[in-house]
């Protein structure tokens, strides 16, 4: 399903699947919005910067999120840090 999506290919030679940019935008821009939401009280000029180039109106920032953990039992932000580098 995710390579008819065009998120991953396959290799010829592997049986490995790796992310197209595609893909790994979809990753990158999603765990943009769960650190937005865990860290923030609105979205972040870089966000809105994101949701400008897309094309797509602003939502309403999340009020009611209390974690960013998934339903699936894993944290998608576990190894991002939080402090300035």
């Given at each position: 399903m995710?390579?008819?999506?065009?998120l991953?290919?396959?290799?010829?030679?592997?049986?490995c699947?790796?992310?197209t940019?595609r893909?790994?935008?979809?990753?990158?821009?999603?765990?943009?919005?769960?650190?937005?939401?865990?860290?923030?009280t609105?979205?972040?000029?870089?966000?809105?910067r994101?949701?400008?180039?897309?094309?797509?109106?602003t939502?309403?920032?999340?009020?009611?999120?209390?974690?960013?953990?998934?339903?699936?039992?894993?944290n998608?932000?576990?190894?991002?840090?939080?402090?300035?580098?």
């Amino acid at each position: 399903m995710l390579n008819a999506a065009g998120l991953v290919r396959k290799w010829s030679t592997s049986v490995c699947c790796f992310p197209t940019l595609r893909g790994r935008f979809l990753l990158d821009f999603t765990r943009r919005l769960l650190l937005d939401v865990a860290t923030g009280t609105e979205w972040s000029a870089h966000t809105m910067r994101l949701f400008y180039a897309l094309g797509v109106d602003t939502p309403e920032f999340p009020t009611d999120a209390t974690s960013c953990g998934s339903h699936y039992g894993r944290n998608l932000l576990a190894g991002i840090l939080f402090t300035p580098p």
